[in-house]
């Protein structure tokens, strides 16, 4: 549908010696003239990857490119945006191409931004040196967007745009894009049908260029395939999820036609008529168990409703309302839902290993290494960190807790239990509402004031990433020391006194390196601050922990490895984000 050689000059067929495919140049399809087409850089020698085939695309797309300059002040203040003119009601597949070639850019970090798909987030940190391993190393990322229809509409503009990274998170406040192609893709194998309508999704970072708002979904391909296999894997299984992998009953449409309704019956099927030994776990709401899809025997987590539970229900409501409007691979997919004879059930993607507190504390589960520990965390942040990014409507979250993060077979953590979050529009600075939340993790703030923001949720993160230090429970009435009961208040007192490295969990004892250990712990203190404005944005805390993990990889010399979890040898101050500095060791 579009393939287009971004900066660069139009190529024909004959000048795509492999594939015989034309590409268009950029100029008509950019909303701003202000960037830059870098030159082409003939002398470079390209290496190509077992992931990107020669073939992916035409020498002379990875050797131009466009970007916004180096100028850091005029680029934060602008985005580079292309706009393609779509069917409405179709799904579409996108491929962008990069390739670094200037000699300026080698490094990881040194040009990091983000990528917007019809204006929702597809990449928060886009680095072509972390994708591609090098300069001079071509490399693609695929996406499938979903534009749903709007009114009457036959066409609607697929925008891509792509924003630098804030100037303390990357070298260079630029982007860079080299090539992209758009392919229209079936719904059920038809390039004409009908399609389901989509909900407005999230304009995530909106700028000062504006950008017109969609209703979208974005679902990023984990595994890029070359050429044509692509795009017939992503036909069929753009097929498999419309197909109603549990067929679809009559009745009340759910607050988003993107969330399939399951009948009873299947439910039923799926979980062997409520076995009580499919049971995985129970909560406030119910039970969850693991059941099975019918159509493909793959694994799916079905929680139920405890029909005494007048809370639940409008937990329920609430959770598909929130999961219907969501996309992100760190928070938890909603499949379906069934709302039939006084049940009310959510079917969700199966989290192979459980809570991430199923591997701190209380298991037989193997402990977690720091940077295990580090990434998971990282992953949760960036979960919240999207909730609090739309355009029209922060979600805060309010419940959470080390056993609503959730692990996948790739050990990738998912936020999931949305039953307690509340939707608050941008122009207010708060929300006043009953106090919700579970004891340990709930911000004093909020109980005290009632009334709640993001920074309630950073509170509660704060408290999890005490759990993920220390794996103990948040609150311990066990203990003879009333200081200890308290986690937070515990490591508190445990930071402020240079003794963070005696409470962190045994298992990691001498594993950690001092540095990573005080910046993980200057994240968490800083999350805990008495005073919501006093504490970090979710953005500040992603950057705190991949620092954090940074500096666990980075080299140690002898005393740092001899002294790696000793702060009683070593002085630092660490410098909060409100100006204050705080000495931390003896």
Request: charged letters at 20%.
């Amino acid at each position: 549908m579009y393939r287009i050689n971004v900066g660069g000059r139009e190529i024909s067929p004959g000048d795509d010696t492999e594939m015989f495919r034309s590409w268009l140049t950029d100029d008509a399809y950019l909303t701003i003239a202000k960037p830059s087409a870098l030159p082409v850089n003939g002398s470079i020698n390209l290496t190509f990857s077992s992931d990107t085939a020669s073939y992916s695309a035409p020498r002379e797309v990875y050797v131009t490119a466009r970007t916004m300059g180096m100028s850091k002040t005029q680029n934060e203040n602008y985005q580079l945006t292309w706009e393609f003119p779509v069917d409405s009601g179709f799904n579409y597949f996108v491929r962008l191409h990069f390739c670094e070639f200037q000699i300026e850019i080698t490094k990881e970090g040194d040009r990091v931004f983000e990528i917007l798909l019809a204006n929702l987030i597809a990449e928060t940190r886009a680095d072509v040196i972390t994708w591609s391993s090098g300069n001079g190393i071509p490399v693609y990322r695929d996406y499938v967007v979903s534009i749903g229809k709007k009114g009457n509409q036959k066409q609607q503009n697929l925008s891509i745009t792509l924003h630098p990274s804030p100037s303390w998170r990357t070298l260079y406040s630029d982007t860079i894009l080299n090539g992209l192609e758009i392919f229209k893709l079936s719904n059920g194998f038809s390039l004409s049908g009908p399609s389901f309508d989509l909900t407005s999704g999230p304009n995530i970072h909106p700028r000062k260029s504006p950008v017109t708002k969609k209703r979208t979904i974005i679902v990023g391909v984990v595994a890029p395939i070359s050429g044509f296999i692509t795009v017939s894997l992503l036909l069929f299984l753009i097929y498999r999820i419309h197909s109603n992998k549990f067929a679809n009953s009559r009745g009340p449409t759910p607050p988003s036609d993107i969330c399939p309704r399951l009948s009873l019956r299947e439910i039923k099927t799926a979980t062997n008529n409520f076995d009580k030994s499919f049971i995985i776990g129970r909560g406030g709401f119910g039970n969850v168990y693991k059941g099975f899809n019918n159509a493909s025997s793959t694994p799916v987590a079905i929680k139920r409703l405890n029909p005494s539970s007048q809370q639940g229900v409008l937990e329920f409501r609430t959770e598909i309302e929130m999961l219907s409007k969501l996309r992100h691979q760190n928070l938890v997919s909603l499949i379906g839902y069934c709302e039939d004879k006084m049940e009310m059930i959510l079917v969700y993607d199966y989290m192979v290993h459980g809570t991430l507190r199923d591997h701190l504390y209380n298991t037989n589960n193997p402990p977690l290494q720091w940077e295990q520990r580090l990434k998971m965390c990282i992953g949760a942040a960036q979960g919240l960190h999207y909730l609090y990014t739309g355009p029209n409507h922060t979600i805060i979250h309010r419940d959470v807790k080390t056993t609503n993060i959730l692990i996948n077979e790739k050990w990738i953590t998912k936020v999931s239990d949305f039953g307690l979050s509340k939707m608050n529009d941008l122009s207010n600075t708060h929300i006043s509402t009953a106090v919700k939340g579970s004891i340990g993790y709930l911000d004093p703030e909020y109980y005290r004031l009632q009334k709640i923001t993001e920074k309630s949720d950073v509170y509660s993160f704060g408290v999890v990433l005490c759990e993920v230090l220390c794996a103990r429970a948040p609150i311990d009435r066990t203990t003879e020391d009333h200081m200890q009961i308290s986690l937070a208040e515990w490591v508190q007192h445990c930071y402020i006194n240079g003794i963070l490295d005696q409470v962190i969990d045994t298992h990691l004892q001498g594993k950690i390196k001092l540095a990573s250990l005080l910046k993980f712990g200057e994240v968490a203190i800083n999350c805990l601050a008495s005073e919501g404005i006093k504490r970090p944005t979710m953005s500040e805390v992603v950057y705190g922990l991949e620092l954090a993990l940074k500096l666990q990889g980075s080299e140690m010399n002898g005393n740092d490895e001899n002294h790696a979890n000793d702060s009683s040898t070593i002085d630092y101050h660490v410098l909060f984000s409100s100006g204050e500095s705080m000495k931390v060791g003896r």
